[in-house]
């Protein structure tokens, strides 16, 4: 995975969100939740025995970001497009506070952490384009 790690990494985390959207919203919630912790310890292992902060090769971080993104997000591809392009702009891009946590945050948390404001940063706007044509959160909520 020599180039654009972070890119396949999603693009691997994105193949398991059609799985992830079949459960109910709060089993997908708790999903990110476990998903998270378990990247916290697993991206902190992997880092120190490599002896490199956020080697290329971690990319859980990117299968917890896309999958934060794309929870409660409309059905459909041009959705699940729309989400990982998002989540790539924040994740590249890393407007503050991002790009502080990601300076700022070591080891499993701060590889973590990056991701998950970056997924959290796309999910909010894939919810606001969502949204402009009535298929965002509340809609979400009752489907």
Known sequence: ??????????????????????????????????????????????????????????????????????????????WLLLGFLLFRLFDILKPWPISWVDRQMHGGFGIMLDDILAGLAAWLALQAIAGYWGLGLMAAWFV
């Open 1 to 78: 995975m020599r180039k654009a790690p972070g890119t396949w990494g999603t693009l691997a985390g994105l193949l398991f969100v059609p799985l992830l959207q079949l459960l109910p919203h709060w089993g997908y919630g708790l999903v990110l939740l476990l998903g998270s912790l378990f990247g916290f310890w697993l991206c902190g292992k992997v880092a120190r025995e490599l002896g490199v902060h956020d080697h290329e090769g971690i990319v859980w971080d990117e299968f917890v970001g896309i999958w934060i993104t794309l929870w409660l997000a409309p059905d459909g591809w041009a």
